[in-house]
């Protein structure tokens, strides 16, 4: 079973270039991760407008929950320093596989 956990943003098109930059499957948030044990990458998917769904995949919701914890910090300070590229940010749900 693996996980996948679902970001909502609403983007000023303006920045669009820099969200995707960030939040892309190569982007930084991606480069960040990719050292963590269960992590196997992301998808950035766009709409019209400005919004975009990110979905990061991790073999294990304990894999997941065990990165944020032991990294919750610098977590946080990664988060807090990225979010003047969006105007909202909502975490949609995390999914398992069904099959």
């Known amino acids: 079973m693996s996980l996948a956990v679902v970001f909502e943003y609403k983007v000023d098109p303006a920045g669009a270039e820099a969200f995707e930059a960030v ?3 190569d982007g930084e948030w991606a480069r960040y991760f990719a050292s963590a044990e269960g992590y196997r990458g992301t ?3 766009r709409a019209a407008g ?3 769904l990110v979905i990061d995949r991790w073999d294990s919701e304990a894999g997941y929950d065990a990165f944020l914890t032991a990294h919750a910090e ?3 300070s990664r988060n807090q320093d990225v ?3 969006w105007l909202r940010e909502r975490t949609v749900a995390r999914f398992e596989t069904a099959q």
């Open 50 to 52: 400005g919004h975009y």
């Open 23 to 25: 939040y892309g499957s």
């Open 83 to 85: 979010a003047r590229l």
């Open 74 to 76: 610098a977590y946080g």
């Open 43 to 45: 998808e950035l998917l």
